[in-house]
C-alpha cells in the first residue's frame, strides 16, 4: 500500500492541491488530509487504492515497496498513450483479429492489445489488465455489450473511454450508446483502419 509520503510527493509532483486529488480520486477533501497529515492511521484500503488510481492516472509510478524501496517517479502522458493497453471485447474472432491486426500497424504506437471473446472474459480481462480503452461489440452471445457496460459501472467508479462497434446498426441502438457515456459508436461494414486509429487516438486524448 502507498505511505502518506508517496501521496504527498506525488501531489506535489503533479502540483495539485488536495481539493483536486481528492476530487480525481472521488474522496472527501477532510479524508484525503487527515490521510495526508497521519491522523487517520487506518484508512479503507478501497479509499487508498482511489487515491493511487488518480495518482497513476495522471502519470505518477510508484516504486515496490515490496522490494524495500519506497519512492514515485513521473511517466509524461504522452509515453503511457504511445503505450497504451486496449482491451478488445468481440465474440468473432476474425473481427479480433483485424482490430488487433491494425492497431499494431497503428504509427508511431504500440499498443498493447488484449482480446476477450465473451463479456464474462471481457470484465476478468478488465480487472487483470486495466485498459486504457476498450472496443466493445454490442451483439455477443450471452451478455451483449449494454450489459457488460453496466456492470463495468457497477463495479468501478472511474473508466476509461468505451468505443462500441456493431455489425447491425441502430439508431436506436446509437442514441443508447451516448446516453450511456460511450466514446464513439462504429459500424462495422463501413469500419476501416483510419476511422479506428482515429477513434482510438480520440478516447485516449
Known amino acids: 500500500m502507498i505511505t502518506l509520503e508517496q501521496i504527498r510527493a506525488a501531489r506535489a509532483m503533479l502540483g ?45 509510478e510508484f516504486l515496490n515497496q515490496a522490494l524495500g524501496v519506497v519512492g514515485i517517479f513521473f511517466r509524461p502522458k504522452a509515453i503511457q498513450l504511445k503505450n497504451a493497453t486496449i482491451l478488445i471485447v468481440d465474440d468473432n474472432k ?7 491486426n491494425w492497431l499494431s500497424k497503428a504509427p508511431g504506437k504500440q499498443y498493447r492489445i488484449v482480446e476477450a471473446e465473451s463479456a464474462r472474459a471481457g470484465l476478468e480481462a478488465f480487472i487483470q489488465n486495466e485498459p486504457q480503452c476498450v472496443i466493445l461489440d454490442f451483439m455477443m452471445y450471452g451478455e451483449d455489450g449494454f450489459q457488460m457496460l453496466a456492470t463495468l459501472k ?17 439508431d436506436i441502438v446509437e442514441g443508447r450508446a451516448k ?18 486509429y482515429e477513434a482510438v487516438e480520440s478516447a485516449l486524448r
Open 154 to 170: 457497477s463495479e468501478h467508479k472511474k473508466l476509461p473511454p468505451i468505443l462500441f462497434v456493431t455489425g447491425m446498426h441502430s
Open 179 to 196: 446516453v450511456q457515456g460511450v466514446h464513439a459508436y462504429l459500424q462495422k461494414s463501413s469500419l476501416t483502419k483510419e476511422a479506428l
Open 94 to 100: 476474425s473481427d479480433r483479429a483485424l482490430y488487433k
Open 16 to 60: 495539485i492541491s488536495q481539493k483536486q486529488l481528492a476530487k480525481k480520486a472521488g474522496v472527501a477533501i477532510a479524508t484525503l488530509n487527515n490521510i495526508e497529515r497521519g491522523v487517520q492511521t487506518d484508512p479503507k484500503i478501497s479509499t487508498i487504492r482511489a487515491i493511487q488510481g488518480a495518482l497513476e492516472n495522471d502519470g505518477i
